[in-house]
């Protein structure tokens, strides 16, 4: 969806992140946007579509 977005979480923001965008089969009504930092992984994930959800990432220990 996007390749150099912006994730503000409470461990730090992130520019340059990549965005996908997810939905399953099982919950059709719900599209979901994930948010991925170069040399971390998965940082933030947003319900965008059936939902207000957020996670995002507070900690982070590479090599844990």
Do not use: H
Not at 25 to 46: C, H, N, T, W
């Amino acid at each position: 969806v996007d390749l150099s977005s912006t994730a503000r979480t409470p461990f730090r923001t992130f520019s340059g992140t990549l965005v996908t965008q997810d939905w399953s089969p099982l919950e059709p009504k719900q599209i979901e946007d994930k948010f991925y930092a170069s040399g971390v992984g998965l940082v933030m994930e947003r319900l965008v579509k059936g939902g207000t959800s957020t996670n995002v990432l507070t900690d982070y220990r590479p090599g844990s």
